[in-house]
């Protein structure tokens, strides 16, 4: 295992004080200074000492990621290695519970929500379960608003474990998604795990996500989710919003969900996302784990 812990003995399944955690929650980190304070508050706050085991991943960090995790009091595990995945795994191997919760670090996550998790997915036939996700648009550009107004009801009926920054699984669903391998999309990979009545979307759970503030960003993001939805083909895995169709766009104008010029404004910005992924596929695909700090530069910390 490539990682440094700050406790030096095996992790115990009970907590200091005689708790028995309800459930694990692994926090992957990179370069999350701005956000992981602010996330673990609002994680952690309502929570008795012990409820919750919580880890978070420094993952190849070159700010104080790992110290204000420490700050908040969460355990921390430190590596030099890049990637998500590798973080992820990391976070697993020193888990104390299940179910476990699989929480992007830019991702909030409020207490009641992780209880809520915990509950579905203690349901007889139920392996991974996710969150309903409340969009963030503070300080979202117009062109970007509209975009995602209309690509949110386009994947919603596909979306389940992936595109909402968090996912739990069993201890009989995590058998399915680990050892996981380095994939861009983790939580593509853990959506085509299950077959569709083997996870749940959790209606009293709600995730908040901050999508990409301008056009430029929400491309980067996009070329990187097409780039993952690729190699999870090629995996065998299909990818968790299907393929989206023209028509399924129209019916939403039709319908009066969304305006022509939010179709617009979708379509515009659709056009740029293919041409640029051709491009960087045709210069070998080579995406490293990183993400869109404008999106996150407003966030407290």
């Not at 998500?84 to 699989?102: E, I």
């Not at 209606?203 to 989710?225: E, G, Y």
């Not at 070998?284 to 999106?295: E, K, L, P, R």
Request: proline share 7%; aromatic share 4%; net charge positive.
């Amino acid at each position: 295992m490539n990682g440094a812990a700050d406790e030096d003995a095996p992790p115990s399944p009970v907590r200091p004080g005689g708790r028995q955690p309800i459930v694990s929650v692994v926090v992957p980190a990179h370069n999350e200074e701005a956000v992981v304070a602010s996330g673990l508050r609002r994680l952690l706050a309502g929570t008795v000492p012990g409820e919750f085991d919580v880890v978070v991943v420094a993952n190849a960090c070159s700010d104080r990621t790992a110290e204000v995790a420490r700050q908040a009091g969460v355990r921390v595990v430190e590596t030099p290695v890049p990637g998500k995945a590798n973080a992820l795994r990391l976070g697993d191997g020193t888990c104390r519970t299940f179910p476990r919760v699989y929480l992007d670090a830019d991702v909030e996550l409020s207490a009641a929500s992780v209880r809520a998790l915990v509950a579905a997915a203690g349901l007889p036939g139920v392996l991974a379960c996710a969150p309903v996700p409340a969009w963030d648009l503070d300080g979202v550009g117009w062109i970007a608003r509209r975009m995602h107004k209309v690509h949110d009801q386009l994947v919603a009926p596909f979306r389940a474990l992936a595109g909402v920054g968090v996912y739990v699984l069993t201890e009989q669903g995590h058998a399915r998604v680990f050892p996981l391998p380095d994939v861009i999309s983790d939580d593509g990979w853990a959506h085509g795990s299950f077959a569709p009545h083997e996870r749940m979307v959790v209606p009293d759970a709600r995730s908040l996500v901050r999508p990409a503030r301008t056009v430029s960003a929400h491309l980067n993001r996009r070329v990187r989710v097409r780039l993952g939805n690729r190699q999870l083909a090629e995996l065998g895995r299909s990818a968790a919003e299907g393929r989206l169709r023209l028509s399924s766009l129209g019916t939403l104008v039709a319908r009066r969900r969304v305006s022509p010029l939010d179709a617009g404004c979708y379509l515009a910005v659709l056009l740029m996302d293919r041409a640029l992924t051709w491009v960087r596929a045709s210069r070998g695909g080579q995406v490293a784990w990183g993400g869109d700090t404008g999106s996150r530069s407003q966030a407290g910390g």
